[in-house]
């Protein structure tokens, strides 16, 4: 069974600095997918960013961005020059290849932007 | 992207009763997603509805507890059965429309008391 380990419960950083999740998974599967969605306190999941596991060129987003090792079981998200709207719990997930499966959630990263 | 609306948005209910929860996509799509998130946990799968078929269960869940209807390729539901406190959770509907890449519906908060 797939596994997804976030050991951060909580992490603060200075508004406009950046600030580094991490994210560990486990898996016997090649083709895969890595996400991070961002949950506020309106509780809408949103879609950060994705990673299909076959690419190894790290995926962007504006101020987001990963940094995935493959061969580590390593897929951390760093926020660029935060700002106060990125508060929110964070969720690393992952889902197999295809599309009929659904995801596999980490416990979550509480992220706090002090101003 | 997709539009996903859930209803009802939040409910209060006694322990015993039951709640169905609809989950209505604006485009069609092959899988749907049930989701059980309760307080202050990350979010658990409990359920897959594929259409014309019946709803794949995840380990923990069953389909007297939790039945589910998908009558098509834009709607589903998801029945929460007899209720007892521990159903307190928000429950969230999902779909793939683009392969490997759910979006979420804004979730239901249920409080059971």
């Known amino acids: 069974a797939q596994t997804v380990t976030q050991s951060q419960p909580e992490m603060s950083v200075q508004e406009a600095e950046t600030v580094t999740l991490s994210c560990t998974y486990d898996t016997s599967e090649s083709d895969y997918y890595l996400f991070w969605y961002k949950q506020p306190p309106s509780r809408q999941m949103i879609l950060v960013i994705r990673?299909?596991?076959?690419?190894?060129q790290n995926a962007t987003e504006n101020r987001f961005s990963v940094n995935f090792q493959k061969a580590a079981k390593s897929f951390s998200l760093k926020i660029s020059d935060s700002q106060l709207g990125d508060a929110a719990m964070y969720f690393c997930?992952?889902?197999?290849?295809?599309?009929?499966?659904?995801?596999?959630f980490g416990k979550g990263t509480h992220l706090i932007i002090q101003p | 992207s997709a539009v996903i609306s859930q209803k009802p948005s939040r409910d209060i209910c006694q322990r015993g009763t039951s709640l169905t929860i609809q989950c209505q996509v604006d485009?069609?799509?092959?899988?749907m997603f049930w989701y059980r998130q309760q307080p202050g946990q990350s979010l658990t799968l409990i359920a897959t509805a594929n259409q014309g078929s019946e709803a794949t269960y995840e380990s923990g869940f069953v389909i007297d507890k939790f039945p589910i209807s998908r009558p098509n390729l834009t709607f589903s539901t998801l029945t929460v059965s007899n209720m007892s406190p521990e159903d307190s959770s928000i429950y969230l509907c999902s779909v793939d429309p683009r392969y490997n890449e759910q979006f979420f519906g804004p979730g239901t908060r249920l409080t059971v008391l």
């Open positions: 997930a992952y889902g197999r290849g295809g599309g009929a499966d659904g995801l596999t």
């Open positions: 990673q299909e596991a076959y690419k190894q």
């Open positions: 485009s069609q799509v092959t899988m």
